[in-house]
């Protein structure tokens, strides 16, 4: 029998973690702005699928995996910060073309866009020390390793609450597509580029300062 309860939990956690504007965000906007809504909500799905990964670590318990994201929280952090900064600056430099009739469809490039959001998700280990705390604290939650079937249920309620937030998030951006030009496009792009590398900027200087400290 299905916990509505727990689903409900489990769908807000997936909302609560996605929706803080960040470097993802930007990437979302800014590729539904310049493909369309189906992109924007692929590259939305890359971080989902890294929620639902760091989720499932904490609600099945997996003790080896937390203890190796932990013991390498730092060098993760550090090819976070390197991955963003080098996304920035190429976000920065591109020159885009708006064409409001072209749909990036291609396979490899589908590819491509999970695999971004994906990789900048899974090198942020305070995600999953996150997901910790909160399966920790919610009532309900603490003990969900303990039931392989209530473990599972909350892991695809929190995929389903990120996508859901993806969703929500390119298909309202994708209303005001029909208003971009090239000017405007570069204009995000210079914008979400700065923005960008600013996060990866700051995620470098708080590991400098810890190794000063």
């Known amino acids: 029998m299905i916990d509505f309860g727990l689903v409900a939990n489990g769908v807000a956690i997936g909302l609560a973690v ?3 504007i960040g470097p993802v965000n930007l990437i979302v906007i800014r590729r539904t702005l ?3 809504q189906l992109n ?3 590259s939305g799905a890359g971080a989902a699928t890294g929620d639902a990964i760091f989720a499932a670590i904490a609600a099945f318990g997996l003790t080896a995996a937390i203890e190796i994201v932990v013991r390498f929280e730092t060098a993760l952090q550090i090819v976070g910060g390197l991955f963003l900064v080098a996304l920035g600056i190429r976000t920065w430099i591109a ?4 064409d409001e009739t072209a749909e990036e469809n291609l396979s490899a490039a589908m590819a491509a866009v999970f695999a971004t959001t994906f990789v900048l998700t899974i090198t942020n280990p305070a995600t999953m020390l996150g997901f910790l705390a909160i399966f920790g604290g919610v009532a309900g939650l603490a003990d969900a390793g303990e039931d392989y079937e209530h473990a599972a249920t909350v892991v695809l309620a929190v995929l389903c609450g990120s996508a859901l937030w993806w969703a929500g998030l390119s298909g309202f951006v994708s209303l005001f597509r029909q ?17 960008i590398a600013i996060f990866g900027g700051v995620v470098l200087a708080r590991v400098a300062i810890s190794f000063l400290l």
Do not use: I, T
């Open 179 to 195: 208003k971009m030009n090239d000017r405007l496009l570069a204009l995000v792009n210079r914008v979400s580029g700065c923005l």
């Open 40 to 42: 924007g909500f692929l």
């Open 95 to 98: 020159q885009p073309h708006f």
């Open 34 to 36: 310049r493909y369309g």
């Open 18 to 20: 996605a929706a803080p």
